[in-house]
């Protein structure tokens, strides 16, 4: 008789498999113990604290380089390895999913807002103004929203996106007929009985990564290239190998995300200047954190077991690295290699899923952006002595869904999208000014609630695909086990008597009985 097993927790495995999570808590903790010492003691000048930071601006450009090889491999191959219908239905299932936490996010933030009311007691003469209102237009804005989904020119949508501003036209006198120019588009606003502005529309590019053009161009040609049977797969297999040494770099990077991390919220706690509007704007900063948490601790996982029937918290420890990324780095898209890493060697996830839901999620899927810009609206609101109806309260709720959608995955893109917001129920856009001195904080919290929701889609997108995925499965199988078993195809008109090959998968036979074997992409 033996010696019964010892059974106890396995430190060294432990310690082996959460290395990087462990190292990078450490360093969120270092970095605040460190930016609170220098700030208490040290006088940095502005040059010195933009050499302290410089470790983590390193990382913040590793984060971002990788974003576009991981983009566009991982949604050509994801989108390739699907048979069109079943894309589509993975898609639909997607979208309906961001769509609805999305609408919930922004409903529970105002019900929030409505409920603690954190802008009565303020008065806006006690709250200091930072920075300028962006000057947008909603019709623009949305515009060209649309517009870059079709980029002019691919190799620009790599780091260009495009972007309307109005610029006002002056009206020659009654005599001159000189124009030669129209406006692209005129808004007629009366100054006074005889008097009218007229715009013009100017379109520019701004430096960014235009990702929702990118990714529509890589789910058109995924889906090209997957119908394209074996001349496709030579693209097919470029692609997925692309997308494999992708994540051999994020390996590496990785590797340098604590000591980037420690450096990079030392540098900012170092740099923020006044922390006493985080007094004046306790109530409202309260109020945007608890939505965020309602819906990360309660509705999301909620949603999760109702429909995958697992526990959703073992999912995001599962996911813990790729959220503490968000809450330090405030960027969805930057921490995209690290949530393809969490969802795929964590959590198990379908490749086939998450090469097409994440990075259509980390676009689309503002969860914590809505619930943030529902808040902001009302809470400007009460700044103002404004009462909104119930109709002013349903547009702020189907503008911030609407704007979040919209807003791309980088940092502060929530200010620029709250002005939408606050146009569309006629609240003053300058008053953005009150709430950005918190905004970069707040930001990083919303960023982990977006992170978390596209995570999530995830699991719940392959478990209500499971069956289409399955039968993919077994005719891959099938398929492998009989080549003979397809029709013939006429490979050229010329050679119709003496050349017929039947195609399947990976293996292709031709009457000069040569059998050639070429590997395929298996997700």
Known sequence: MGKPARQGFDWRRFLRNNWLLLSTVAAVVLGIVLGVLVREYSKLSNLDKFYFAFPGEILMRMLKLIILPLIISSMITGVAALDSSVSGKIGLRAVAYYFCTTIIAAILGIVLVVSIKPGVSQNVAEIDRTGNSPDISTADAML??????????????????????????????????????????????????????????????????????????????????????????????????????????????????????????????IEVEDWEIFRKLGLYMATVLSGLAIHSIVILPLIYFIIVRKNPFRFVMGMAQALLTALMISSSSATLPITFRCAEEKNQIDKRITRFVLPVGATINMDGSALYEAVAAVFIAQLNNMELSIGQIITVSIAATAASIGAAGVPHAGLVTLVIVLSAVGLPAEDVTLIVAVDWLLDRFRTVVNVLGDAFGTGIVEKLSKKELEQLDVSSEVNIVNPFALESTILDNEDLDTKKSYVNGGFAVDKSDTISFTQTSQF
């Open 144 to 269: 060209d929203l649309i517009r870059n989904m079709f980029p002019e020119n691919l190799v620009q949508a790599c780091f260009q996106q495009y972007k309307t501003t109005r610029e006002e036209v002056k009206l020659p006198n009654d005599t001159d007929t000189g124009t030669t120019e129209e406006p692209a588009t005129t808004v007629m606003a009366t100054a006074s009985p005889n008097k009218t502005k007229e715009y013009q529309v100017v379109g520019s590019y701004t430096d960014g990564i235009n990702v929702l053009g990118l990714i529509v161009f890589c789910l058109v040609f995924g889906l090209v290239i997957g119908k394209m049977g074996e001349k496709g797969q030579i693209l097919v297999d470029l692609f997925s190998a692309l997308n494999d040494a992708t994540m051999k770099i994020v390996q590496i990077i990785m590797c340098y995300m604590p000591l980037g991390i420690l450096f990079l919220i030392a540098g900012k706690i």
